[in-house]
């Protein structure tokens, strides 16, 4: 069963986005996939996110 996904609106500069962009395209990711990985591994590098927690079905992009 996939984790319950919520919306949300993010305001992000340009320059920010754009980076974020060639990133997820280098990753053969979409951009949210992609800012949605960078997340989850600031908290995971922060203890801020629990073990299990929020975990993608998968991290491989060739899915």
Excluded: C, F, T
Excluded at 35 to 60: C, F, M, N, Q, T
Aim: aromatic fraction near 4%; charge should be neutral.
């Amino acid at each position: 069963m996939a984790a319950e996904k919520k919306a949300y609106p993010l305001r992000i500069s340009a320059a920010v986005l754009d980076a974020m962009q060639r990133w997820s395209n280098d990753e053969l990711r979409s951009l949210n996939a992609q800012i949605e990985y960078v997340l989850r591994e600031a908290l995971r590098k922060h203890s801020r996110l629990k073990p299990g927690s929020a975990e993608p079905a998968s991290d491989d992009p060739s899915e």
